[in-house]
């Protein structure tokens, strides 16, 4: 025998642990490396075992064991453990995902350690004004036999250069030693008090309960003061010592959402986004870990970050689509986060101006408690909504004679204007005058998007940049025309209308530089004039109380659409961007141009508003038996050839029908092509299964993965399982 045999995830597709055997006591959630074809990984010890299915002979030993005391808590690791079940993800992966990448590679917590100065020997036996004679190196004596040691920005705010640290250090008085950071932050402590809340405010402040489950969905409009909750909220648990976790999409976590926390919290923040280094992002981790951050503000994979003292999680515009990942481990950040204070036992917060229908429904099973925030006494100037009829009407570029009358007249009057439109580029499609040929890309079922300045196409699904046609591949014609619009073409179109004022287009394209972003920030907020063109980018994070009208071109996309989901988003996507105009003293007005003007849809959303289509939606679901009323999983295929992702489809779908007879309240839709059937050369097809209990569903899939696992036919097709799917493309 030699040692305990230990079961291991390595990052590896199958959905299994491997056992390895060690003489060492290693404890759960422990990293180790170990020995995997003929590779070293690391791994995540999941637990001692008795026997291996293996002969132990043939086991092989732990090469290293790397984490000597867990970094995760037991119960936030079964939680782990529990997800990449629910999600059907292979065990490895899955555990790879709530790691920094430093860790997971195997690496070590960095230490937060700066550069500091403290006393020499010989310093520590000076008299307090042993260096009267230049001042300056006296007052860093004291510093140093008061503080016991500084870094480089308390130096800094003593308003000492290192020129002098440097000169005594020469002399023998200081050497050169490492600080811990948060010494180094009194500099920017909190600043800012909590503003007295307005009584709905107060309500949801103290319903929310500490140290106890319960999950409220705070429901209030961009401007209504949710986030004042969040922070008052939080404050309270704070003062405790306890920690607060806090998810937004990633767009939200701007420097601005993070100086308003600062503001409140000081340095006690710890920030985890996507431009951090693998080094920042594992000290962030480690902040929140030991409970050095009070508070940890991050995006979709935060919602793995361990906390020594949870005290609440908080997920903002929780209906986001960015908290569930589309692909690898499919999971949903909010749903977990639910989980997770309920094992924690601590309140969890969903806030929205548009909640999900999920979520919703939740309250009305009274599983989640209900605040409503109708906003602020004095500033409820509700915009006036108006659906254009453009049915018959000659459009320029798009755009309507009305509308464009409109923003005349808000220019005129000294205001701003935002047009909405959700396609980048110039134009979505480039055609032949005189054959009818269209240029789609090979690779996809997908036009390709003119872009501008050079001319060039691409693809928007698989990124493909086919050279510019020059003349029609087909015909030779050179009468080669673009059609439809993109944000930018719309951008030319209306500085060539408005030429004396700044059109701004905010969108992927023209946000690339971090600086274009804040400039063009930076001439809204001077609340000159201007129109604003952009994609959903503008549906989120930054508020222009100046823009007093809000033009939706498009309010027809998503109609029509195949995807269950698509009127709740778009209802979602036209009330958050029409939450954007009106915010200051201005009364707002948002105009939906439309072909469809008399479709229930648009006039309800524009008469009753999101409450009143989310119940309309709410019900629909309901009759069709869908999510939130059923639980969905979609198994997705793919492959080169469209016969074989098929075919691995309907293999899969016998397999469920044997495994589970009768099928009561199973229901199959597909196999069907995926609505966007081709992309990069693959051909996609989709199985949808709903359930009327989660537990069957899980348990049915989770037998499902393991004979699909082994059935030759998986070599056919890449295939996936996306349980709570919110994509249906
Ligand atoms: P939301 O998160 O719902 O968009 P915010 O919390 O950002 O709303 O509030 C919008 C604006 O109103 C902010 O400028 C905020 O400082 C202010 N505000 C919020 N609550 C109050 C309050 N109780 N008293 C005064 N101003 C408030
Ligand atoms: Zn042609
Ligand atoms: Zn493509």
């Not at 590896?12 to 003489?23: A, E, G, I, N």
């Not at 250090?169 to 010494?183: A, F, H, M, N, Y």
């Not at 981790?285 to 609440?312: C, D, H, M, N, Y």
């Not at 699904?461 to 944000?487: D, I, K, N, W, Y």
């Amino acid at each position: 025998m030699t040692g305990v045999i230990y079961k291991v995830a390595v990052p590896s597709p199958l959905r299994k642990s491997f056992d390895y055997t060690s003489t060492e006591a290693i404890a759960d959630s422990c990293r180790v490396r170990v020995p995997f074809g003929n590779r070293k990984v690391v791994g995540v010890v999941l637990g001692a075992v008795e026997q291996s299915e293996l002969p132990t002979g043939k086991l092989k030993p732990i090469s290293e064991v790397i984490d000597r005391t867990p970094l995760i808590p037991a119960n936030l690791f079964k939680l782990f453990i529990w997800a990449a079940d629910y999600y059907q993800h292979p065990i490895g992966e899955a555990l790879g995902a709530v790691f920094p990448a430093r860790l997971r590679k195997g690496g070590d917590i960095p230490t937060a350690r700066e550069p500091g100065w403290a006393l020499s020997p010989h310093g520590k036996g000076l008299p307090a004004d042993a260096l009267k004679n230049a001042p300056r190196q006296q007052q860093l004596l004291n510093l140093l036999q008061t503080q016991g040691v500084v870094g480089r920005l308390q130096l800094e705010a003593a308003g000492l250069s290192s020129a002098i640290a440097r000169e005594l250090e020469r002399k023998g008085l200081i050497e050169k030693t490492r600080v811990e950071p948060t010494t180094t932050a009194g500099s920017t402590a909190a600043s800012e008090q909590s503003l007295p809340l307005y009584p709905q405010q107060q309500r949801a402040v103290a319903a929310i309960t500490p140290e106890t489950f319960g999950c409220y969905l705070l429901h209030g409009e961009t401007g209504s003061g949710k986030t004042e909750v969040y922070l008052q909220a939080i404050r309270k648990l704070v003062e405790q010592r306890k920690q607060a976790l806090l998810l937004v999409p990633e767009i939200s976590l701007t420097p601005q959402t993070l100086d308003r926390f600062r503001r409140r919290f000081g340095n006690a923040i710890a920030a985890l986004h996507s431009g951090l280094s693998d080094r920042e992002r594992a000290l962030a981790w480690e902040q929140a870990r030991t409970g050095k951050a009070s508070v940890v503000i991050g995006t979709r994979s935060a919602v793995f970050t361990p906390l020594a003292r949870p005290g609440i999680i908080i997920v903002d515009e929780e209906h986001d689509g960015s908290f569930k990942q589309q692909d690898g481990y499919r999971y949903h950040a909010r749903d977990l986060a639910v989980i997770r204070g309920q094992r924690e036992g601590i309140p969890v917060v969903l806030g929205s101006a548009t909640p999900s229908l999920e979520s919703l429904h939740n309250c009305r099973q009274h599983r989640y408690r209900y605040l409503p925030l109708t906003g602020r006494a004095g500033s409820a100037n509700h915009p006036e909504w108006q659906i254009l009829d453009v049915k018959g009407m000659q459009l320029q570029q798009g755009l309507s004679e009305p509308l464009l009358q409109a923003l005349d007249g808000t220019l005129e009057a000294g205001n701003q204007a935002l047009v909405f439109l959700n396609r980048r580029g110039f134009a979505p499609t480039l055609t032949c005058q005189d054959c009818g040929w269209i240029a789609n890309c090979h690779r996809c079922d997908a036009r390709l998007t003119v872009h501008r300045n050079p001319n060039r196409l691409i693809c928007h699904h698989c990124e493909h940049r086919p050279a510019f046609p020059s003349s029609c591949p087909f015909c030779h014609s050179a009468r080669l025309a673009m059609l439809g619009q993109g944000t930018a073409r719309t951008e030319a179109a209306l500085q060539a209308r408005f030429p004396k004022v700044p059109v701004l287009r905010i969108d992927r394209d023209s946000t690339r530089g971090k600086q274009a972003m804040s400039r063009m920030f930076e001439q809204v907020a001077t609340g000159e004039p201007c129109i604003l063109v952009g994609t959903q980018m503008l549906a989120k994070g930054h508020h222009f109380p100046e823009v007093t009208l809000v033009a939706i071109v498009d309010a027809d996309a998503g109609l029509f659409s195949p995807d269950f989901r698509a009127a709740e988003k778009m209802s979602q996507l036209i009330v958050q961007v029409a939450g954007r105009a009106g915010r200051g003293s201005k009364p707002g007005r948002v105009i939906l141009q439309s072909y469809h003007a008399d479709h229930p849809f648009l006039q309800l959303l524009s008469q009753r508003g999101y409450t009143a289509i989310s119940e309309q939606l709410l019900r629909e679901r309901e009759l069709a038996g869908l999510p939130p009323y059923a639980h969905m999983a979609v198994i997705r295929s793919e492959s080169h050839q469209p016969a074989d992702a098929e075919e691995f489809l309907r293999f899969a779908r016998q397999t469920l029908e044997k495994l589970r007879k009768p099928q009561g309240n199973l229901n199959y839709l597909g196999p069907l092509p995926a609505p966007l059937e081709k992309r990069r050369g693959r051909y996609r097809y989709q199985l949808a299964i709903t359930a009327s209990e989660r537990k069957t569903l899980n348990r049915l899939l989770f037998r499902l993965c393991q004979l699909l696992e082994g059935a030759s036919i998986s070599r056919k097709a890449r295939w996936s399982v996306d349980v709570d799917p919110q994509d249906m493309s």
